[in-house]
């Protein structure tokens, strides 16, 4: 997986020149006529379209197209997507396509100069072109190649200009280019799975449309399909962007969107992914970063992952964003929740012990901690900080079905979260009275056995917590630019499952159970509150011995949270460790460190003004 923090590519738009012949007389002298006021024409059209337009050529942007008012092959104009300080991830890259109308080409020698020069200034291949001249030749349009770059249509171009100067007529002439839009991502593969692709969604449609990411879910907005207006641009103005952040704004389409990633946050993200996969041997995994306060994620990247520019390329697998589109049992993270609403109703308090045996009977299922040893009189720090089954499962009994799952239901689990990418799945859980669900499902849920989320659900269910009880809608869309005006996204709080002095308390702990238990989270001089999860991966035949899932998610710093993160990774390798506290918890220091350092976060001491201490 590669991405480049290069400066912004060369401002690149063809300008093209598209004639369109109708008639054809049989008759010689009508023909030779006819090629006479083809040449007068093509001199008025050569300094309408092509020359004018190239001074112009190098000043215009990703996105502007190249000729305005020229039709589109099958395609319309596409917005451009930009981060959020304004660096171009998405917009339409313009080509040439080439016809020619082979009824005008008279002699075989026309058709082998027309076949030679093409395959000279484009790279179209000689062969193929001379056999569909040859085999077509009674046809008023044909379709050369669909489409090749800006430089060798301008190469077909200025060769053009330097022939229609000669007395005689070229056959060359006869060929015509017209502009196409392409999408193209110029950082590649970076954020591919938040932007999504463009493909016919069936084999016969009439143009491609987005699927995953944005692309997919403001379709309609992108291809300027969704109305002429924004609804609620609270008159803010395109100007009133930093100059920065408009560089590509305004397209040709007039639909563009900003997003709340910034690229070098991305770039870290995917890097440290690739990193933390390549170094535990897992198979896959994905990472989330959101502010809680807002709801906006900050970067999210799933491996494996592709470069949209080469789709052809891409293992079909690797569209899928697993941050939001796959499920999993989330093991011991989920005792976060479970411990909120525990905290929340009073069932339990921050310093009431109870007796974990090593085991205990739900229904008619008998749970065991992780290490099957018994701990005796804990509290809820050291219930959690040891991840102990037990003892979440009585908080759960504690609580009682009904008040369990109300809790379970208003962090958002077994709902989508509502974020702006297309293909979220819903979470999967069963509540009591639904078909199949038993006692013994309270005890195992209580610890993230038997229930299903995705990442960002997980994510945003902590985020809550970090953000003082009350839940967001993550966004990913930070503005919508249309006719001039900017739409900007409103964080919305969606529900507050916890009470703000419960979200006090469990994030004092959830800091204690870092330094206590999960050691390899933390970073030096940062309050870190979080928790470890690895759970065993369910089949048809019950749950996987040596493969398991591993997560951490946190939030730091711990008294006023900026970061959210959540590193998932799975099936690491259990030669080398198949806990979360070995694997994604590391994975999660490294990514906190750094961007600690990229958002200039000081550290507790110089942030809370506190002297540091001296030995």
């Known amino acids: 997986m590669t991405a480049s923090l290069s400066p912004d590519p060369m401002n690149v738009a063809p300008q093209a020149m598209s004639e369109q012949h109708t008639t054809v007389v049989d008759d010689i002298q009508k023909r030779e006529l006819w090629r006479f006021w083809m040449l007068v024409f093509f001199f008025s059209a050569l300094a309408v379209f092509v020359i004018v ?6 000043v215009l942007q990703f996105g502007q197209a190249p000729v305005p008012g020229v039709p589109h092959q099958g395609q319309s104009p596409r917005g451009v997507i930009v981060d959020s300080k304004g660096a171009l991830l998405a917009a339409d890259r ?46 008023k349009y044909l379709e050369l190649a669909p489409a090749i770059s800006q430089e060798a249509g301008q190469r077909i171009l200025d060769k053009q200009a330097e022939l229609a100067k000669e007395a005689g007529l070229d056959p060359l002439l006869q060929v015509n280019l017209t502009p196409v839009p392409k999408r193209y991502y110029p950082e590649g593969a970076l954020a591919a799975h938040i932007l999504g692709i463009l493909a016919r969604k069936y084999d016969e449609a009439p ?22 207006n924004l609804t609620d641009s609270r008159g803010v103005k395109l100007q009133d962007l930093p100059e920065a952040t408009r560089r590509y704004l305004p397209s040709v389409a007039g639909k563009d969107l900003v997003l709340t990633i910034d690229r070098s946050v991305q770039w870290i993200v995917e890097d440290e992914l ?7 041997r897992a198979t896959s995994g994905s990472i989330i970063v959101m502010d809680p306060r807002t ?22 697998a690797a569209l899928q964003n697993t941050a939001i589109s796959a499920q999993y049992e989330p093991g011991s993270v989920f005792k976060v929740i479970t411990a909120a609403a525990a905290l929340d109703t009073g069932v339990v308090t921050e310093t009431q012990k109870l007796t974990d045996t090593g085991s205990i009977r739900v229904g008619d299922r ?29 908080w759960s009994l504690l609580l009682g079905k009904d008040e369990f799952y109300q809790y379970v239901t208003r962090f958002g689990f077994g709902e989508v979260t509502e974020v702006d990418l297309a293909g979220e799945v819903y979470g999967q859980m069963k509540k009591p009275g639904w078909n199949g669900w038993s006692l013994s499902d309270l005890g195992t849920n209580s610890f993230g056995q038997g229930i299903a989320v995705t990442p960002l659900q997980m994510a945003n269910s902590v985020a809550a917590i970090a ?9 990913v869309v930070a503005a919508r630019i249309a006719n001039g005006e900017i739409q900007r996204t409103q964080p919305t709080v969606i529900g507050e499952p916890i009470q703000a002095s419960t979200a006090q308390t469990l994030t004092r702990v959830l800091v204690e159970v870092v330094n206590q238990g999960n050691t390899a989270a933390r970073v030096a001089g940062y309050s870190i509150a979080g928790k470890s999860g690895t759970a065993q991966i369910p089949t048809k035949d019950g749950y996987t011995e040596d493969e398991t899932i591993v997560t951490f998610v946190g ?26 506290n070995y694997t994604a918890a590391p994975v999660f220091a490294q990514v906190a460190r750094r961007l600690f350092n990229y958002y200039k976060i000081p550290p507790d001491d110089v942030r809370l003004r506190r002297p540091t201490a001296t030995n």
């Not at 080509?95 to 030679?116: G, K, M, N, W």
């Not at 995953?212 to 309609?220: C, K, M, P």
């Not at 953000?467 to 966004?475: D, E, S, W």
């Open 53 to 58: 337009p190239l001074t112009v050529h190098q």
């Open 94 to 139: 313009y080509f040439y396509q080439v016809t020619t109308t082979p009824d005008l080409l008279t002699s075989d020698d026309e058709r082998i100069s027309v076949a030679q020069q093409l395959e000279e200034l484009a790279a179209i291949p000689y062969a193929a072109t001379l056999d569909q001249l040859s085999r077509y030749r009674a046809l």
């Open 207 to 228: 143009f491609l449309e987005g699927l995953y990411g944005v692309e997919g879910y403001f379709d309609n907005f992108l291809r300027r399909r969704d109305g002429a």
């Open 274 to 280: 690739r990193r933390g996969i390549e170094h535990y």
């Open 295 to 316: 709801g906006a994620i900050l970067a999210m990247a799933a491996y494996p992952t592709y470069d949209p520019n080469t789709l052809d390329e891409a293992v079909p």
């Open 366 to 394: 008998n749970i065991f901690n992780s290490t099957r040893m018994a701990w005796g009189a804990v509290d809820v720090t050291e219930a959690l900080a040891r991840s102990l089954n037990v003892i979440t499962a009585q």
């Open 467 to 475: 953000n003082g009880g009350k839940l967001m809608r993550p966004y």
């Open 555 to 580: 939030y730091a710093p711990a008294d006023d949270p900026r970061l959210v993160i959540l590193v998932k990774l799975d099936r690491p390798d259990p030669t080398i460790s198949q806990w979360a």
